[in-house]
């Protein structure tokens, strides 16, 4: 878009719905995106442009207490009874040496039925098969599993 915005743009209505609806719920944290603009009819959002905390960790210009940050952040979702399934370093950035989440569409509920056919179209073949290994007989996913899974496997090893 410009060298001082950033847009996300979801193929599926369901994941776009996702991105707003975490975005407007932890609206009011520390830690929540700021957004520019969403525009419904194109399945868009669009950010402020910040450097994120992948590109940080890998030129070594994170903040020195970033671990601390994603910790304190991971803790207060799971307060509000929310699992990101996306936990990497690129899903943060970084403003004036505080962390902020983005890509919100990877959030379920403790409770949320979400559906194998749901979130399959933006699986990678990796990660399909590792979240086939959650997909109950009836086509649910235990969120919860994956959920632990990912806190354990993806880059925090977390427990």
Known sequence: VSEDQYMM???HEFFFLKEVEHMERLSDKSYA???DKIDIS???IYLPRYDNLNHLIAENKAPDDW???VHKIIEDLERGNIYKLNLFTHCFYVKEGKLHIIDLYGCVFDDEIVMFDQINPILSKRSRNLFLQFKELD???DMREAYRYSKVNNV???Q
């Open 33 to 35: 995106p700021e957004v």
């Open 139 to 141: 086509g649910i996913m």
């Open 42 to 44: 194109k399945l868009a």
């Open 9 to 11: 743009h979801f193929s």
């Open 156 to 158: 925090w090893n977390l």
């Open 67 to 69: 671990k601390e940050q």
